[in-house]
C-alpha cells in the first residue's frame, strides 16, 4: 500500500469526513509533513498509530500532549479528538496508520468481544 498524503477535511463537530480505506479494507497510511501544514484538531472512528520519521511533533490527544522524537509513535483509540504540529524547528515528518477496529477482528467474533471491543470502551485505554 502507498502513501498518500494526509489532507483532514472536518465537519463542525470536528469529525473527519475522508472514508480511511475501503470497506472491505478499512486502512489507510499517511505521510505528512508538518513543515507544509499542522493536523488540525479531529476524531475518527478509526483507531490511529503515529510514527515520527524526522524531527519532532507535538501530538494532543483530548487534554494530554505529547513530544515524539524520531523514532517514537503513539497509539491513539478510536473516537478521540486529536492534532499535530511540529515542534521547533527543522524538518517534521511522520507516518500515520488509521484503520477501523473490525480490520483485526470481525464484529461478531469472540476476539472483537473479549478484545477490541473492552479496548474501544475503555477512557483508560485513550493513547
Known amino acids: 500500500m ?3 498524503a494526509c489532507n483532514t477535511q472536518t465537519n463542525e463537530w470536528g469529525r473527519e469526513l475522508i472514508e480511511h480505506g475501503t470497506g472491505l479494507f478499512p486502512l489507510a497510511c499517511y505521510d505528512d509533513d508538518l513543515n507544509a501544514s499542522d493536523v488540525p484538531w479531529h476524531w475518527h472512528d478509526e483507531f490511529e498509530f503515529i510514527l515520527v520519521s524526522q524531527g519532532q511533533a507535538v501530538v494532543s490527544v483530548e487534554s494530554s500532549k505529547f513530544i515524539l522524537k524520531k523514532g517514537e509513535g503513539i497509539f491513539i483509540n478510536a473516537g478521540l479528538l486529536h492534532e499535530a504540529r511540529i515542534h ?3 524538518l517534521c515528518r511522520f507516518h500515520s496508520a488509521v484503520f477501523h477496529p473490525r480490520l483485526i477482528g470481525s464484529m461478531d467474533s469472540i476476539y472483537w468481544t473479549k478484545y477490541i ?4 470502551n475503555s477512557p483508560a485505554l485513550q493513547f
Open 88 to 90: 521547533g524547528d527543522g
Open 117 to 120: 471491543q473492552p479496548l474501544l
Open 2 to 4: 502507498a502513501l498518500s
